[in-house]
């Protein structure tokens, strides 16, 4: 992280923003060669979205989100042809001040922006669900008014975006959580439901319209064990019931819990269990 970073900038309290460019434009067909500069950037896509590289990482701003850039932080915008858009932009300095100033106060007073400040990240993208436009385009109305008192409103009134953003990650996070519950629970349901079938990756994927790798993530994060440990786990349990309870054979055993395999089925039951299948079967009726 630069020196000269918001981050670092935000915990000291003599500081105050100075707005070193704004607008509204809309984009047809833009190359933007990867760049940095000591401003921190705000982009908002008001209409249609855009290619946007930060720190090699490429990313689509689509409508109603926006990206915070820190200072320093390479990054270019790429708008395609015949995919025209129109972005409010704005980009803004931490400078010193002699005195304290309500931006200067926030990493103390305010626990979102403290959160927020923990994070350190080059940049966020995210969706605004916390009126985000709305603030912005108050900031572009002040600046473009140049009243006596613009420099005091420009100080509050970006030191309110700040806060709304740290909400807005904040909430994001909340949102992101319960819709992982969501769709984990929903896996965890069609897998109790259907592990006596051949269950593909590509399957689960498209009940929950997830890309693979998304899904895999929030299930291990969720539930502790990735699908197809929770699956093996479900099937060996139903395992144990059958060999205790039925006298149907080790084979018969392995068909119905969805295992191709008698030989796969026994090595994995023997590693759960420490016994083979037969082993446990016999141990269970020694102790009735």
Request: charged share 25%.
């Amino acid at each position: 992280m630069c020196k000269y970073s918001m981050y670092n900038s935000l915990l000291n309290e003599f500081i105050e923003p100075k707005v070193t460019y704004y607008y509204y434009k809309d984009w047809h067909e833009f190359y933007m060669p990867p760049h940095t500069h000591p401003a921190i950037e705000i982009m908002y896509m008001v209409n249609g979205q855009s290619r946007i590289v930060v720190n090699d990482d490429p990313l689509i701003l689509k409508k109603n989100q926006f990206i915070l850039i820190d200072s320093n932080v390479p990054h270019q915008l790429v708008v395609e042809k015949g995919k025209p858009c129109r972005m409010l932009n704005i980009e803004f300095i931490l400078k010193k001040s002699h005195q304290s100033s309500v931006i200067g106060s926030l990493a103390n007073e305010c626990e979102e922006v403290k959160e927020f400040l923990r994070n350190k990240k080059p940049y966020i993208i995210q969706k605004d669900i916390n009126e985000i436009y709305h603030s912005l385009r108050s900031l572009v109305f002040e600046l473009d008014n140049q009243k006596y008192e613009q420099k005091f409103m420009v100080n509050l009134l970006i030191s309110q975006l700040l806060i709304q953003i740290s909400r807005n990650q904040l909430e994001s996070k909340e949102r992101e959580l319960q819709d992982a519950d969501y769709y984990v629970s929903i896996i965890v349901n069609y897998l109790h439901e259907n592990y006596d079938c051949d269950i593909k990756t590509a399957e689960l994927s498209q009940l929950v319209h997830l890309h693979p790798n998304y899904l895999h993530k929030i299930f291990k994060n969720t539930m502790n064990c990735t699908i197809i440990e929770y699956l093996t786990k479900i099937r060996i349990d139903k395992a144990k019931m059958l060999l205790t309870k039925t006298e149907m054979s080790v084979t018969e055993i392995t068909e119905f819990i969805g295992i191709n395999s008698s030989q796969y089925f026994s090595k994995i039951f023997k590693k759960a269990t420490g016994a083979t299948p037969l082993e446990y079967r016999e141990l269970a009726c020694c102790e009735k």
